[in-house]
């Protein structure tokens, strides 16, 4: 018989999120799960989560919140998991919503140029990395925009 006795809740435990760049808090808040593309593959972080530091590349970032996911493309950076606190400090990170997809698209095509032409040359990683950046801004745009 379960009549009268106190309801006993298990607070199921989250996460506090912070992403931050070098000029803006882009995201402060609770969480379920942050997924992200850290460098030896993409990593969700669930609640309870081992301490935990990596190197992401840029790609997409994903925070679950209530049953909603917010997206952000981030350009590369770090992550840290402790004590159910994920801190994400990116080198640029936009909202789904704020990417200029013209501007990820022109970005793009310059970026393939650049991979085909200067191929042996100093400016090619920089072409590799700036095509990473404008298809992770194009893969997570059209999240918010199908
Ligand atoms: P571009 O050649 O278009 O400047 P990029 O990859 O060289 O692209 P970054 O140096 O990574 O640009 O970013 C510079 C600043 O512009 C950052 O604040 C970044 O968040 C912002 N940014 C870059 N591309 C976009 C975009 N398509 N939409 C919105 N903001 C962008």
């Known amino acids: 018989m379960t009549e009268g006795r106190p309801s006993r809740r298990v607070e199921r435990p989250t996460l506090r999120v912070t992403i931050v760049t070098d000029d803006r808090v882009v995201y402060d808040g609770l969480a379920e799960s ?6 030896l593959g993409m990593v969700t972080i669930l609640p309870l989560h081992v301490c935990f530091i990596t190197t992401l590349e840029p790609g997409e970032l994903t925070v679950r919140w209530q049953g909603e996911a917010s997206y952000y493309a981030i350009s590369g950076g770090f992550l840290e998991v402790r004590d159910n606190e994920v801190t994400i400090l990116g080198d640029t990170v936009e909202r789904a919503e704020e ?26 990683l920089a072409g590799l990395q700036a095509l990473r950046r404008s298809r992770a801004r194009l893969r997570v745009a059209q999240r918010v925009r199908r």
């Not at 942050?34 to 460098?39: Q, Y």
């Open 34 to 39: 942050v997924s992200a593309p850290a460098t």
């Open 99 to 124: 990417i200029d997809v013209a501007r990820a698209e022109a970005a793009r095509q310059r970026a393939e140029v650049l991979v085909h032409t200067a191929r042996g040359r100093p400016e090619y």
